[in-house]
């Protein structure tokens, strides 16, 4: 399946009734890592409250110790304090990067903003080489908008 046919299925998740916010991310992480091949680990991280660090929230792939990420810290933390996309085409050539798993090459971390305030992300890691594309950029944008509308 391809990303723009993914888009409908994300829209059908956001607008159901019934399951709880977090029901639902767990459903966008489940059909984006078992129908886009080189998503291998999809999860969300979200601001921890008042503090400057975010929390774990779902996701599927390997369990990972990184459940609280400090903002400036790795991907996730620099995305949190930059508000723009950050695609890594080899994660061993970043000097700020957190190790989740041996096997993982690449990531991208696409910001999340509920009413023009970076409250999340969406994070992807790889175990391809550089297999992250503009269309993957875009597409993950689309997911964080409709995203966002259920996190107002």
């Known amino acids: 399946m391809n990303l723009q046919d993914l888009k409908p299925e994300i829209q059908k998740i956001i607008a159901q009734e019934n399951p709880s916010v977090n029901e639902k991310l767990l459903k966008i992480c489940k059909i984006l890592e078992a129908n886009v091949s080189y998503y291998n680990?999809?999860?969300?991280?979200?601001k921890n409250g008042d503090k400057n660090e975010l929390?774990?929230?779902?996701?599927?792939?390997?369990?990972?110790?990184?459940?609280?990420i400090p903002f400036g810290k790795g991907i996730c933390g620099q995305v949190a304090v930059s508000n723009k996309n950050f695609v890594v085409p080899d994660?061993?050539?970043q000097d700020?990067?957190?190790a989740c798993s041996?096997?993982?090459?690449a990531e991208i971390v696409i910001p999340i903003f509920v009413n023009g305030e970076n409250i999340g992300q969406i994070d992807i890691d790889?175990?391809?080489?550089?297999?992250?594309?503009?269309?993957?950029?875009?597409?993950?944008?689309?997911?964080?908008?409709?995203?966002?509308?259920i996190l107002n």
């Open 55 to 68: 929390k774990l929230g779902p996701y599927v792939g390997e369990p990972t110790d990184h459940t609280i």
């Open 41 to 46: 680990w999809v999860g969300f991280y979200f």
């Open 102 to 105: 041996i096997t993982v090459k």
């Open 91 to 93: 994660v061993a050539a």
């Open 126 to 149: 790889s175990n391809t080489p550089d297999p992250f594309t503009e269309a993957d950029e875009r597409f993950l944008e689309f997911v964080c908008k409709e995203v966002a509308e």
């Open 96 to 98: 700020n990067y957190i």
